[in-house]
């Protein structure tokens, strides 16, 4: 079974779908979306809709930090964040909140966890970025593997058989096999606002037959999603960052 | 699965034990069947249970990573793996013979020294450019197929530049097998290709000689000697030993990789080419070296080590490409000729470690009794070897990176193809001579190495015969 795993969207339509025409090229049985469909990015309705039709299919879809702190719970962000929540806020309509405010924190299937940010608390939204909040994450489950977003920079994780954690940053069109010796952590990189100096468009694809997990990128219309920012009086460095992927 | 009592008829996953061959370092290795899967196969199961042996099953696992990306006829194709409680992995069974079983033969004359190696070093070139080195390149992990060619098993160590490297991360000290692991290995890098380019160095002086260059030292302390003490000359202990293969193998044992050719695809040239390669010291040497160079080694070898980066090795591979230049001697294409050697030097420019083979070719008629047999043959060859030396004279590359050929042949794209794809090059130059109905109705030969050549291909035409 083909899983496409999308993450981190942040109301960017042009590299949502990007990623969903690229993805319509593969034999996808399920869609994943690892929540943070809002905030930032000009297009915050568009990308709601677009997850719920795909819920409606039976894609799972869970709750990120940018999305509970649209539906009005006070989540800790930066003040070029906040401005753009605030203005998320005002453009959703009340099914769009409603949608949100319906977004489970984790999901499981089979062996795999699906979470925003680490598992170790969900609701915490702690960012896993190196081995040591990675190993937080992979002690609080027991699921061989996890996948989270939240970072915006792709990473792969994995508990080596003496227990060490260590790190990897994937290269992009390479299939990796996830072997069942041991636990994994991936990061998927973002959609909407990529930070690894890379701005292409990230998202990622898991096969269960071959235990393997390709993370993919993807170019879109960066100029068009950075002057709807612009446009929308949302802050120019939000815009601007979407070009230099970072 | 208890492992330790598999039985012929027994079924795992559908594939059925047909009988047990010799066991691995780490596993038993069955030949097995399955009512779907045509394709010979063994299964490999390993002999340690989760947790006992880190290495164990760490090698096992990155088998069963590695394995399944690698394509091609130098590696086993793989079929299944199995999941954490019934590890296994089931891959192509290669018919051949294991180069372990012809070391009882050795010393092996020259020129099947140098064949083996030849298949090994191409088997090695396809495996770097797929982004993977072996790292524990020894005669049981090599298989000789009736063909001649050699696949490589047993990527437990290896390391895929696009893949956690799950050993590095296990173990700290160096992994490999004493007697031919590499210096850099010792010192800790695992993403060196030309580390599997001294293993080879170890198989072919143990092929040429009979003897081991570092003996098989046993612990990893003793494995650094060779950072500093040099083997015997192998001419010391074969005397019939061609001086080119002495050449060949002293380079491979550098201590210093990039002292060593650069690509596994540089060292099958020169083992197919003998004659081509540039005879330096190494090639007299009769003795090892004395103690003040001995001892400015192991001062070096004190230093601390950079630590390993992240390269690719594929890339490593394109920072020494062959180059091949198609030169059209003829009467009445000077300027073609120069044309062509204006591309050359401007490729050589951009390509600082690119080797260069300079080819003709010579024309023969079927009616040609055999054109090199006879004394008008010989100068007409000859002749062809200097004229070429000339045409590449001011080309900006060393003596040492240059070769030169005359092949004679019915066809001569096929002849050129059939170069390229024998010695692995990365770049043909050729010149395309002026169009005309009759080249139109024969068919052009830059035409046909474009078509069918296995690499890049650049054509090159004078003003003139563009007009």
């Not at chain 1, 568009?46 to 299919?57: G, L």
């Not at chain 2, 599997?196 to 003996?215: K, M, N, Q, W």
Request: glycine share 8%; with cysteine; hydrophobic share 45%.
């Amino acid at each position: 079974m083909l899983t496409a795993i999308v993450t981190d969207i942040h109301g960017n339509r042009e590299a949502l779908e990007a990623c969903l025409a690229h993805a319509g090229r593969h034999p996808i049985d399920r869609f994943v979306f690892l929540g943070d469909y809002v905030g930032y990015g000009a297009d915050p309705g568009f990308a709601v809709d677009t997850v719920m039709q795909y819920a409606e299919r039976g894609a799972i879809s869970l709750l990120g930090n940018h999305d509970s702190a649209a539906i009005g719970a006070p989540e800790r962000m930066n003040d070029e964040a906040m401005l753009a929540i605030e203005w998320t806020r005002r453009q959703l309509k009340p099914a769009q909140l409603e949608f949100l405010a319906g977004r489970p924190l984790t999901a499981e299937d089979g062996d795999r966890l699906y979470v925003h940010a680490s598992a170790a608390d969900p609701a915490a939204w702690d960012y896993v970025f190196d081995e040591r909040s990675a190993g937080r994450s992979l002690q609080a489950t027991d699921a061989a593997l996890t996948f989270c977003g939240h970072t915006h920079v792709p990473a792969l994780f994995h508990l080596t058989v003496t227990g060490k954690i260590a790190g990897f940053d994937p290269d992009a069109g390479v299939a990796m096999p996830l072997t069942p010796q041991r636990r994994w952590l991936a990061v998927i990189g973002a959609v909407g606002q990529p930070r690894d100096r890379n701005p292409a468009a990230c998202y990622a694809l898991y096969d269960d037959g071959s235990r393997t997990l390709t993370y993919l990128r993807v170019p879109y219309d960066i100029e068009s999603a950075a002057r709807k920012i612009r446009e929308a009086g949302l802050p120019p460095f939000l815009a601007a960052r979407l070009a230099w992927g970072r | 699965m208890d492992v330790s009592r598999l039985e012929a008829g027994q079924t795992i996953d559908g594939f059925r034990l047909e009988e047990p061959l010799k066991p691995g370092g780490m596993a038993n290795i069955w030949r097995v069947t399955h009512p779907d899967i045509a394709l010979p196969m063994v299964m490999k199961v390993p002999f340690v249970r989760p947790g006992e042996n880190p290495l164990a099953i760490i090698g096992f696992e990155v088998e069963g990573m590695i394995l399944p990306k690698l394509a091609g006829e130098h590696a086993p194709r793989f079929v299944k793996a199995g999941d954490f409680s019934n590890p296994y992995i089931v891959m192509e069974f290669i018919a051949g013979r294991s180069l372990k079983d012809r070391l009882d033969e050795t010393p092996l004359p020259a020129d099947e020294v140098a064949a083996i190696g030849a298949a090994i070093a191409v088997a090695l070139h396809d495996l770097h450019a797929q982004h993977v080195v072996h790292l524990d390149l020894k005669p049981s992990n090599v298989i000789l197929r009736e063909n001649g060619e050699a696949a490589l098993i047993d990527y437990g160590l290896s390391r895929h530049d696009q893949l956690p490297d799950l050993v590095a991360e296990e173990v700290s000290g160096p992994i490999g097998t004493g007697a031919y692991i590499s210096p850099e290995q010792v010192q800790g890098e695992r993403g060196d290709p030309r580390s599997d380019l001294f293993a080879l160095g170890v198989i072919l002086y143990f092929l040429a000689t009979g003897e081991r260059p570092f003996g098989e030292p046993a612990s990893a302390r003793e494995w650094r000697r060779r950072l500093w003490r040099d083997p015997m000359p192998p001419r010391a202990w074969n005397p019939d030993l061609p001086p080119w293969l002495q050449e060949i193998i002293l380079r491979c044992l550098e201590v210093d990789p990039a002292a060593r050719p650069a690509t596994a695809a540089e060292l099958a040239f020169a083992l197919h080419n003998p004659e081509c390669v540039v005879l330096t010291g190494r090639s007299k040497r009769t003795q090892r070296d004395g103690p003040v160079k001995v001892a400015a080694r192991w001062l070096r070898s004190g230093k601390p080590v950079l630590p390993p980066q992240r390269r690719s090795i594929a890339a490593q591979l394109a920072r020494a490409p062959i180059i091949m230049a198609a030169v059209d001697l003829a009467a009445g294409h000077e300027g073609l000729c120069e044309a062509v050697a204006v591309a050359v030097s401007r490729l050589l420019a951009t390509e600082p470690g690119a080797r260069l083979a300079c080819v003709n070719v010579m024309k023969v008629s079927l009616l040609t009794i055999d054109p090199v047999a006879d004394a008008e043959g010989r100068n007409l060859h000859l002749q062809r070897l200097v004229e070429l030396k000339h045409w590449a004279r001011a080309l900006p590359v060393a003596a040492e990176r240059i070769t030169y050929h005359a092949l004679e042949a019915l066809d001569p794209a096929d002849a050129l193809i059939g170069f390229a794809r024998a010695n692995r090059a990365d770049h043909i130059v050729i010149g395309a001579r002026a169009s005309s109905a009759l080249r139109r109705y024969l068919g052009s030969v830059s035409a046909q190495v474009v078509a069918e050549a296995p690499c890049t291909v650049t054509v090159v035409r004078t003003a003139t015969a563009a007009r």
